[in-house]
């Protein structure tokens, strides 16, 4: 069982290694692997940014490890019905996103001053069922853990199972989304920490070219965004599209909208007393760079037995608009022409909301 899912503060502490590291590989599993193995032979391949290959999968672009984790979803996984999806493109929020959703939730469970994303940071309470779904085979017994039951997919809306998405579910999704141009910068740096030293690096012109190409894991960026985008047009109840640059500009008022999302208000009182205030700064930034565990304290996330990242990978600049470092004004005005082509009519606008 995957202990450092339960909502018991020591349970935080120890997480097991895995897929791969401590199991023993059952013959169902070699037989499950061998299927997936060959029908991945039949899919479209393309660069991969950090492992050699990705595969278009459903209209998108997916690591082996993805399609896996998608198919273990599918087979495996009995959403909740008051379970709430955390959904992005990579490299728009997500970390933020945890902290927020899971310390808004359980903030009648902890005390501010001594809370667990202190002490673990925001991926080790926040199962990321792509891949924590195979942390026991066949599936993560995630049974225990409190409703509302938080997990995170970078997964397209129309990759998931009719369980999750379907009218008749109750299950929610929060979206963030951020301009694709700090997406793309951010995610290049992820990517290249993790690419394997006996592959060749992806330069940075080659990345953007990848991206615009829509060839990145989990991508084509615009086509996944308007999909949850479409999908909140037609059940804001059960949607809720937040942006990485409405949230840098007014988190207290984001936060206020999420949680009421969840289902889970702030009181009046609550509001008085500065809980608001609170967990914007437990969550921030600065705060959750900064602490031992996101710094070098040996803080680590091992999504598969060869993907091990360091929990300081997760925090860089965290700015709107870093892409000024590394765009041309061709490359800009490139990504801006692609995504009002693809957005023209959605009336989705990528970007703060409200400029000054
Ligand atoms: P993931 O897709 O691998 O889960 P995700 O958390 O979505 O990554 O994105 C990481 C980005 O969010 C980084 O952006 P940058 O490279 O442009 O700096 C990271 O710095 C930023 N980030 C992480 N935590 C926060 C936070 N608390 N507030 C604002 N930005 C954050």
Redesign the pocket.
């Known amino acids: 069982m995957a202990t450092y899912l339960l909502p018991d503060q020591d349970a935080f502490y120890n997480p097991k290694p895995i897929n791969g590291d401590n199991q023993i590989q059952t013959e169902e599993q070699e037989a499950y692997d061998q299927k997936l193995d060959a029908m991945i032979a039949t899919l479209p391949k393309n660069k991969g940014w950090r492992s050699q290959y990705i595969f278009r999968y459903k209209g998108f672009w997916c690591s082996r490890e993805a399609i896996r984790g998608l198919l273990l979803i599918k087979d495996h996984f009995h959403p909740q019905p008051t379970d709430i999806f955390l959904t992005?493109f990579?490299?728009?929020?997500?970390?933020?996103l945890k902290?927020l959703m899971f310390s808004t939730v359980n903030r009648h469970r902890y005390n501010f001053s001594d809370h667990p994303l202190l002490r673990t940071g925001p991926q080790s309470v926040f199962p990321f069922l792509d891949t924590h779904i195979f942390l026991d085979y066949p599936m993560t017994n995630f049974d225990h853990l409190p409703a509302p039951r938080l997990f995170a997919t970078?997964h397209a809306h129309t990759s998931l199972p009719t369980s999750m998405t379907s009218p008749a579910s109750t299950c929610k999704f929060v979206y963030v989304c951020r301009d694709p141009k700090?997406a793309l910068?951010?995610k290049w740096?992820?990517m290249r920490k993790l690419r394997s030293k006996e592959l060749p690096p992806v330069s940075f012109d080659e990345a953007f070219e990848l991206f615009c190409d829509g060839v990145s894991e989990y991508g084509p960026f615009w086509e996944i965004v308007l999909g949850y985008w479409k999908a909140s047009q037609d059940s804001p109840e059960k949607i809720l599209f937040l942006k990485?640059e409405d949230m840098?500009r007014e988190p207290k008022v984001e936060l206020k909208r999420l949680a009421a999302f969840m289902g889970k208000p702030f009181t009046e009182e609550e509001e008085k007393k500065g809980v608001v205030e609170e967990i914007v700064k437990l969550?921030?930034?600065e705060n959750?760079?900064n602490l031992e565990v996101n710094k070098g304290g040996g803080g680590v996330q091992k999504f598969t037995a060869k993907v091990v990242v360091e929990n300081r990978e997760?925090?860089?600049?965290?700015?709107v608009g870093?892409w000024e470092n590394y765009l041309t004004e061709e490359m800009k005005d490139r990504i801006d022409t692609i995504t009002r082509n693809k957005l023209k009519g959605s009336g989705l606008i990528l970007g703060a909301t409200h400029q000054t």
Do not use: E
């Not at 997760?314 to 700015?319: L, P, S, W």
């Open positions: 992005s990579m490299k728009c929020g997500t970390t933020w902290a970078h700090d910068v951010s740096h992820f990485y840098k969550c921030s930034f959750l760079s997760f925090f860089r600049k965290g700015k870093d």
